[in-house]
């Protein structure tokens, strides 16, 4: 199945908006004789994009034009039911095995007509469209989540933590991306370096705060036996001098906590547990009690009704045993960064060959803990967000075999540097090139970067424009594949970015000027780019950096 055409009355600061999605067709919808039209375009040759990709939308235009609204449009059209229904009058145009359909949702209107051979259909309320995924990705960052519906499978990267999960027991953001890295063939297309190191850090005060609202609720007799925990809790931290042992003891302590907690025990419950662990010997007391017995223990004080429980906490105890054995072999520093004071304690593992498998269980192990973040060491944000968003497209494709896939990535590449914004659609295309031909995805992109429209042919475009209104990419004067980006600033974006005030071209000239001629000395090096970074326009800001890094690497005394 593919979606060729959307179109609503009325939705957020859209109005009477369409838009088509096909390099080679491009349709409109008349309200006022409700009628729908096509342009037949010519088309790309059948090898243009790599498969499994049959066509690329791009959506394009400056920041605020609703371009992200388009996005959302099309993916509440498709798989919108009760609350994510459009409340709106609305139709899809879609190719389905060599049929064209038109399904509609009018309020009041009859049926539309079509210019072409359709099978139209009025939609029934609150049932999504069959035959065709849809996954969605956002770099976007709203004030409120966007009700995309179940039906629309939305990956986009938890905005606090990569360590949240959204269900429990679902593989994390990060072991996603580190599964991706695992995957030498995908992960190669990236051309980018691996990782270097895992940092793990374990949140004390969250746990803590835990503990004591729960003391609260207590009789004295089990905030007794809580106090009594933290305190040893405390003492072994501060105590404890290899780096080793105070993992395996924070370890320890988390899954004690987040485990039990998590099976619903009541508080006297928890609280017997706790009693059992901390005994005399601290530490290896605890290990000891959960090794030799406590799931035991745990059948005693567990109903028959909580089989599940006791199977998943056996499960846990199984990983955990795995680590304990590992753990002789692997290298763990503290490192630097943790801080006694603020409850934050950070240790760093070296990732190589040697230690993935110990990564992937500590991964699996910690998978619901609530109190242990994850993080990537030797990577920039650039490559975290390439790594962010090809993991978690490879992972959803991965599960969609045989299917056809409407794959809507919103910003792909904001916050990527202009290097990493020139490769992104390559390295996308050459990723998503590795999953085998019976898969389908037709991708539908938005963006302000004038890279990305210098890699697609026009036809591909929408522009958006502030009243938001569009512009089919096919009625553009200029072809936009490897256009010249200074006309393609100005035609599509319609940003003359030779026009700037008199003081402004001065100081770029000033600052071109002092490039050539002033003297080699890192001072003055970091003053030009100083200056350079107060250029708003990002081409023009990189082509004054670019002359002051080569004059620098010149002569005599370069920084560089």
């Known amino acids: 199945m593919k979606i060729l055409y959307v179109w609503v009355e009325k939705f957020k600061n859209l109005s009477s908006f369409g838009i088509s999605l096909s390099s080679n067709r491009k349709y409109r919808y008349d309200m006022s004789v409700n009628h729908v039209s096509f342009e037949p375009i010519p088309a790309l040759p059948n090898d243009f994009f790599p498969r499994p990709v049959v066509d690329i939308a791009a959506i394009i235009g400056e920041n605020g034009v609703g371009k992200s609204n388009a996005l959302e449009l099309i993916c509440r059209a498709l798989k919108g039911t009760l609350r994510s229904a459009l409340r709106s009058d609305y139709l899809i145009v879609y190719e389905d095995q060599g049929v064209t359909h038109c399904d509609f949702q009018f309020g009041h209107r009859s049926a539309p007509t079509c210019e072409f051979d359709a099978k139209v259909q009025a939609l029934d309320t609150g049932v999504p469209l069959d035959g065709i995924e849809v996954v969605y990705f956002s770099n976007v960052t709203t004030s409120k989540p966007k009700n995309l519906g179940q039906h629309v499978t939305d990956i986009s990267p938890n905005d606090r933590f990569s360590f949240v999960r959204s269900r429990q027991g679902e593989r994390t953001e990060f072991e996603k991306q580190f599964e991706f890295i695992l995957d030498k ?309 319609s940003i003359n970015i030779m026009e700037t005030s008199a003081f402004a071209s001065r100081k770029i000239r000033e600052i071109e000027h002092d490039a050539k001629n002033g003297l080699i000395s890192k001072e003055s090096y970091d003053q030009l780019l100083e200056k350079a970074k107060l250029i708003g326009d990002e081409i023009l800001r990189r082509s004054v950096e670019n002359t002051i890094e080569k004059r620098f690497k010149k002569g005599p005394g370069s920084v560089a």
Not at 245 to 252: A, N, P
Not at 288 to 300: H, I, R, S, Y
């Open 185 to 493: 063939d995908r992960f190669g297309k990236l051309e980018m370096r691996p990782p270097s190191h895992v940092a793990i850090t374990f949140r004390d005060a969250i746990r803590e705060d835990l503990i004591r609202n729960m003391t609260k609720k207590t009789e004295l007799s089990g905030s007794k036996v809580i106090r009594a925990y933290l305190a040893h809790y405390r003492s072994a931290v501060a105590t404890l001098q290899s780096a080793d042992d105070k993992f395996l003891f924070l370890t320890v302590h988390n899954f004690i906590f987040s485990s039990l907690s998590e099976f619903g025990l009541d508080e006297i419950e928890i609280f017997t547990i706790f009693e059992r662990t901390l005994g005399k010997e601290g530490f290896g007391d605890i290990l000891g009690t959960l090794f030799q017995g406590v799931d035991k223990k745990l059948d005693e004080i567990l109903p028959n009704s909580k089989k599940d429980a006791r199977g998943r906490f056996k499960s846990r105890l199984e990983g955990l045993q795995n680590l304990f054995r590992e753990i002789p072999e692997i290298s763990i520093e503290e490192s630097p960064d943790s801080q006694s004071f603020a409850k934050l304690h950070t240790f760093i593992i070296e990732l190589k060959k040697d230690t993935q498998q110990f990564v992937s269980e500590v991964l699996r192990t910690f998978r619901d803990f609530r109190a242990v973040d994850v993080d990537w060491i030797g990577i920039s944000s650039g490559q975290r967000a390439f790594l962010n968003l090809f993991s978690l497209v490879t992972y959803e494709l991965n599960r969609r075999e045989n299917s056809s896939v409407l794959l809507c990535i919103d910003e792909g590449d904001l916050y990527l540097h202009p290097r990493w914004q020139i490769e992104f659609l390559d390295r996308f295309l050459q990723v998503l090139s590795s999953f085998a031909s019976d898969l389908e995805v037709s991708l539908v992109l938005t963006s302000h970067s004038p890279f990305l429209v210098s890699d697609l042919p026009k036809q591909c475009l929408t522009v958006m424009t502030r009243d938001a209104a569009t512009t089919e990419g096919h009625q553009l004067e200029d072809q936009t594949l490897a256009g010249n980006l200074y006309r393609i600033y100005e035609n599509p974006f």
